[in-house]
């Protein structure tokens, strides 16, 4: 029997079967895009350093320097001895 909507292709209830989001869908959504998220803003110190508290998973940071964004992606995965990571801003390139 063919399902209508949502609930055929998209069976996990966080939306009806005229693709509406459920109110579990809603709260999941929330947990992901708002409370589960790292979204912060940091200065580094005279070193360049700065620490963020991190869970495991996947980053993009972005930071400005001289009014250019730079962005980096990059991982935090478990580990024994983590040293952490370092983000450099590229070089400008003579015209």
């Known amino acids: 029997m063919e399902q209508g909507g949502g609930a055929h ?13 459920t109110r579990h869908g809603e709260a999941v959504f929330s947990l992901l895009n708002d ?6 803003t940091v200065t580094a110190g005279a070193d360049g350093r ?25 991982t935090v995965a478990k580990s024994e001895d983590y040293p952490g990571l370092a983000l450099q801003t590229p070089q400008p390139t003579a015209p």
């Open 9 to 21: 292709e998209f069976n996990v209830g966080f939306w009806d079967n005229d693709r509406a989001i």
């Open 35 to 40: 409370r589960w998220r790292t979204n912060l």
């Open 50 to 74: 700065f620490s963020i508290p991190a869970f495991f998973g996947d980053y993009v940071a972005y930071w400005t320097v001289d009014g250019i964004t730079y962005n980096a992606t990059f």
